[in-house]
């Protein structure tokens, strides 16, 4: 919301923009961009399901109107031009709130999305010209979450890995108040 109002955004305004904000379960600039950390994850441009969660946090429940979605789209590419933002967030050092549903699993060559069914499994398109062509192959599979976090496309009947980076490795516990403090 910072910077919406860094944008000069009016008090109405920006009322309707937190309803979207809250709506899509967004805290920071971080969980509007895709794996790349410069470029917008286009899945806050469209309206989040109400079954979908994007977010560890329990957020309230907003309903916004189509209006609030249209400025919130419009204030969206104000903060990320379409070409991204000039430099790239800085590298992950936490998993974070934002929930990842896509990972590319390198060691055994698939892409996985998790949802609350299951696992859905694509591969390689291997009759496609272009090689960053992924189709399902398996739905609703129980597989540990595994891969890097990555941002997806769909592109006709396929998926296609827009960014992708190597997911954190879980923290050891803190074994005393200094590791708290760090």
């Known amino acids: 919301m910072r910077l919406f109002i860094w944008l000069r955004y009016t008090p109405a305004e920006l009322e309707q923009l937190n309803r979207v904000r809250l709506s899509f379960q967004v805290i920071f600039l971080s969980d509007i ?33 189509n209006k609030d979605i249209k400025m919130w789209r419009i204030a969206l590419r104000r903060l990320v031009p379409v070409g ?16 990842w549903s896509w990972r590319h ?16 499994v694509y591969r390689q398109a291997q009759h496609h010209r272009q090689r960053n062509r992924w189709m399902r192959t398996e739905c609703a599979q129980i597989i540990h979450q ?30 005393c108040l200094l590791d708290v403090l760090r």
């Open 84 to 99: 991204g933002i000039t430099e790239a967030l800085s590298i992950v050092t936490g998993e974070g709130h934002k929930i």
């Open 146 to 175: 595994s891969g890097d976090i990555c941002t997806t496309v769909t592109v006709g009947s396929y998926i296609m890995i827009t960014s992708s980076l190597p997911s954190t490795p879980p923290l050891d516990p803190p074994q």
């Open 33 to 65: 961009l895709g794996a790349s950390g410069k470029l917008l994850d286009m899945k806050y441009y469209h309206r989040r399901l109400s079954e979908d969660k994007w977010s560890e946090f329990d957020f309230p429940k907003e309903k916004p109107p």
């Open 105 to 120: 699993d390198k060691d055994n060559d698939r892409l996985l999305h998790f949802q609350p069914a299951g696992v859905d």
